[in-house]
């Protein structure tokens, strides 16, 4: 089965500097990767996805970017702000053919300070 | 309007007990998963249906029984309640349509303690 892996568990940054967590994944037919963030006390939302066919993506301040052959996908926030902080989640997932679930990997605490 | 929603949102038992957790959506979904997150914060599937047919079922001890009355509702059971029970338990949903296979939403998560 699919083994997500993630990276750093915890990483602190100054407000305004820029974010980087990273994910590993085992399973090649994997083709999609959502990331989600996780406020305390909150559910999982979804912030961003990316397919296999795509290598990068971005939505203002937060881009993640694929690469298919080493297997391992990045979520990069810039400009960062206290109300980033919370538990991010990668996940994978392959979604052609089959009923597949989305694994997640170990999450991220960010904290940003003000 | 609530897309994805569970009741009870806390639940304080004894060990032994059995108790339920319920979900229900309105994005007409067919496919719904239970995780449990625990203290670690880590996200585990346990079980999902697609159509009320079970689809996937983890290593999940037998004490946990999911039930799918029709696709907008998939509950869970559990006999036997133990203190590594404990953990916060998500229901989701998503449609699964092969490549177009939308998003993940969560419920708001049950909480439950086991003492």
């Known amino acids: 089965g699919e083994n997500v892996e993630q990276h750093p568990s915890t990483l602190s940054v100054q407000e305004g500097d820029s974010a980087v967590i990273k994910c590993t994944y085992s399973?090649?037919?994997?083709?999609?990767f959502p990331w989600y963030k996780q406020e305390l006390g909150k559910r999982p939302q979804l912030i961003i996805d990316?397919?296999?066919?795509?290598g990068e993506k971005k939505d203002q301040r937060i881009a993640v970017t694929l690469n298919k052959t080493a297997k391992h996908f990045s979520l990069h926030i810039t400009e960062t702000q206290p109300e980033d902080s919370a538990v991010y989640f990668c996940a994978a997932s392959a979604d052609s053919g089959g009923y597949q679930k989305v694994t997640f990997g170990t999450g991220t605490k960010l904290q940003v300070i003000p | 309007d609530t897309a994805v929603s569970q009741t009870p949102k806390y639940l304080v038992t004894q060990m032994g007990n059995d108790k339920s957790i319920k979900c229900e959506q309105n994005?007409?979904?067919?496919?719904m998963y239970w995780y449990k997150q625990d203290s670690k914060k880590f996200l585990k599937i346990m079980f999902s249906?697609?159509?009320?047919?079970?689809?996937i079922n983890e290593t999940v001890p037998n004490r946990f029984s999911p039930k799918s009355p029709d696709k907008a509702h998939l509950n869970l059971h559990i006999n036997s309640l133990e203190l590594g029970d404990s953990a916060v338990y998500f229901c989701?949903?998503?449609?699964?349509?092969?490549?177009?296979?939308?998003?993940?939403?969560f419920g708001e998560g049950s909480r439950l303690t086991v003492l």
């Open positions: 399973d090649s037919a994997s083709n999609y």
């Open positions: 989701a949903s998503r449609y699964h349509g092969g490549r177009n296979t939308g998003e993940l939403f």
């Open positions: 990316i397919r296999s066919n795509v």
């Open positions: 249906y697609n159509n009320k047919e079970l689809i």
């Open positions: 994005l007409g979904h067919d496919t």
